[in-house]
């Protein structure tokens, strides 16, 4: 074990991946409250995001606002660190022709993307599923069996299965993949709008780096965020309280019952988590990878 991680580290994939972990922390710190006041805005009739937040913070805690942070926190740095690391690869094999000396090509990015964001789902979906649930629980519904991420996998797992587990998996993957490649290529653009030449140099201001990555995550929230509220509606379903029977059956039912504007309640609390951590996100990957870089030439040299 004392061997691996030098040997890790010296690769350009563990770089990758250990950077990617360290984003995925800074974005899940920065943004956590904003994320469970979208989900209670997503679900509910009535209210504003002022209203939800006050009654939430009187009623119910501060502690509230973190409700079920433990569960995308203690997966959020592995998949985090998996979805660079395979858009890292995926980005450069979609576009052969780009020398291996360059950054990869907009067209490599935008496929690379998507395909990352697709893979993903098979990780984030559960995770997902039980942060929503636990972010729509109230303090009287906490009981000892569903109190914590662990303790309602298990739940779901004996009383609904692989398929409760896996519930909205469909809608998260067509969610997923085409805004990750729309949220990549945002970003690479936006970089080297900001700061020409920084995709090949590898260098940028902080600035550039929270300005592109909150550029990125707006774009890519506005692009797939009706099929997130449907998303959400169809994991906040339990065998008890079953309301919709598929995508399409989600869809038609929120537009009949609350209007269209039901798909895009809660853009304008996600829209700003986005921006606040998505900026977190690649500032925290990008100054990571430069250390990481930096780190594996010192110990090059050292080795010679």
């Known amino acids: 074990m004392m061997d691996f991680w030098p040997e890790f ?9 250990v950077a990617g972990g360290f984003g995925g922390i800074a974005g899940i710190i920065a943004g956590y409250p904003l994320d469970t006041l979208r989900i209670r805005l997503q679900n509910t009739k009535n209210g504003s995001a002022f209203t939800i937040f006050k009654h939430m913070v009187v009623r119910e805690g501060t502690a ?18 998996m979805v660079f690391q395979t858009y890292a690869v995926l980005s450069r094999a979609c576009d052969s022709s780009v020398s291996p000396k360059d950054p990869a090509s907009y067209k490599g990015v935008a496929l690379g993307g998507t395909g990352t964001g697709a893979l993903q789902s098979l990780l984030l979906s559960p995770v997902e599923l039980i942060k929503i649930r636990l972010q729509l629980q109230k303090e ?15 739940n779901i797992w004996t009383k609904e299965g692989l398929r409760g587990i896996y519930r909205g998996l469909g809608v998260t993957v067509m969610r997923d993949g085409p805004s990750h490649g729309l949220y990549f290529w ?30 990125a995550g707006v774009a ?28 399409i059956d989600c869809f038609r039912k929120s537009v009949h019952e609350e209007g269209y504007s039901v798909l895009w309640r809660g853009l304008g609390t996600a829209v700003t988590r986005a921006f606040i951590v998505n900026g977190a996100i690649f500032s925290a990957y990008e100054i990571a990878l430069r250390l990481l870089f930096h780190n594996a030439s010192i110990h090059t040299k050292e080795t010679i």
Not at 71 to 80: D, G, M
Not at 192 to 213: D, N, W
Not at 225 to 243: E, F, G, H, I
Request: aromatic share 8%; charged share 20%.
């Open 64 to 81: 509230s606002l973190y409700r079920g942070m433990a569960a995308p926190l203690a997966s959020v740095t592995f998949q985090n660190a």
């Open 186 to 215: 945002t970003y690479e653009y936006m970089r080297e709008q900001l700061h020409p030449g920084c995709r090949k140099s590898g260098e940028e201001s902080l600035k550039t780096m929270l300005v592109a990555g909150g550029t």
């Open 140 to 154: 009287s519904q906490m009981t000892e069996s569903i109190k914590g991420p662990i303790k309602l996998a298990k």
């Open 9 to 17: 580290l010296a690769s350009s994939s563990g770089r990758e991946f």
């Open 220 to 247: 890519s929230w506005i692009s797939c965020y009706p099929l997130d509220v449907v998303k959400s509606r169809l994991q906040a379903q339990t065998p008890s309280s079953l309301k919709y029977k598929g995508i």
